[in-house]
């Protein structure tokens, strides 16, 4: 981005058909990078500079879709439950059983271990520590950019008003003209191969929730505080934050519940509902209570 190390012949770069000679905004993309051990050191090494741009969800609705991802291409589907755990390379005494020969695991949306890597939070208070735990990922302080860190629910914000303050917002960080961002993009359908609000995920459910809240705690309490994070509408960004500790199928129970005060809904209407999100019975909601 605006501050990454750029080569000679990026900055002496022409846009075809004109003479305008201003360097080239350099951008890489990885769902990777903060997951990676070399990948993160040799980047801190080469572009100690660069700003970053993080984009995280609820930590249930992310685990389906890294499931849905990873195996979108698999004849054969294992059980979401296999799953809860570490990779076999980020193994260590608080996160969970260490998985092995295994494309994800739930320890990958627990964001607070991966964004502390880049040094952003002091890392010294009792409080802070007991929150990230003993994760054995390495640390580099060494890396000196800006993080702009938003949440997916914010880059497809139906309400207008905020996510035009959004793209603003993101425009000034990477340093290009305003209004040259528009995040409206039409979102590819894709077979959801797991219903995580399946009630037999419950289990799953809050055992990520379970971590989603000390990993929403972190990022209000410490990594929110640092100069050097910018967050796009902070008050939706909080309130977003919040809903981290709450079973996000909630929201289709409350569908079901509306649908059963309207007469005028047809039974297929109620079924249709039910084949997307299988609550029939009563585990959901003993959860949510609990």
Request: charged share 25%; hydrophobic share 35%.
């Amino acid at each position: 981005l605006r501050n990454g190390n750029m080569h000679e012949f990026e900055l002496n770069y022409q846009r075809e058909g004109t003479d305008i000679a201003d360097p080239v905004i350099n951008t890489f993309k990885s769902s990777q990078l903060l997951r990676s051990n070399n990948g993160l050191k040799h980047f801190v090494q080469h572009f100690p500079n660069t700003d970053l741009v993080v984009a995280v969800r609820h930590p249930v609705l992310h685990f389906m879709s890294e499931y849905n991802f990873f195996y979108r291409n698999e004849d054969v589907l294992p059980q979401p439950k296999r799953f809860i755990g570490a990779c076999k390379a980020h193994c260590a005494s608080t996160t969970g059983k260490c998985l092995a020969n295994v494309k994800f695991c739930s320890h990958l949306s627990y964001f607070h271990h991966w964004l502390s890597r880049l040094s952003l939070t002091p890392s010294d208070s009792q409080e802070e520590l007991e929150l990230l735990g003993d994760h054995g990922l390495s640390y580099h302080p060494n890396w000196k950019g800006r993080l702009f860190l938003v949440q997916h629910e914010q880059l497809v914000d139906e309400n207008s008003t905020r996510r035009h303050s959004m793209e603003r917002t993101y425009e000034h960080y990477i340093g290009v003209q305003e209004d040259a961002y528009n995040s409206t993009i039409s979102i590819k359908s894709r077979k959801q191969l797991v219903d995580i609000c399946h009630t037999d995920h419950t289990a799953i459910r809050y055992e990520i929730i379970r971590e989603a809240e000390i990993t929403a705690k972190w990022i209000k309490m410490f990594l929110l505080e640092s100069d050097r994070v910018v967050v796009p509408n902070k008050k939706h960004f909080l309130e977003l934050l919040e809903s981290w500790s709450i079973d996000p199928c909630i929201q289709t129970m409350e569908k079901l519940a509306k649908i059963g005060t309207h007469k005028e809904q047809s039974k297929d209407d109620v079924e249709g509902i039910h084949k997307k999100s299988i609550r029939k019975d009563a585990n959901l909601l003993d959860f949510a209570i609990g």
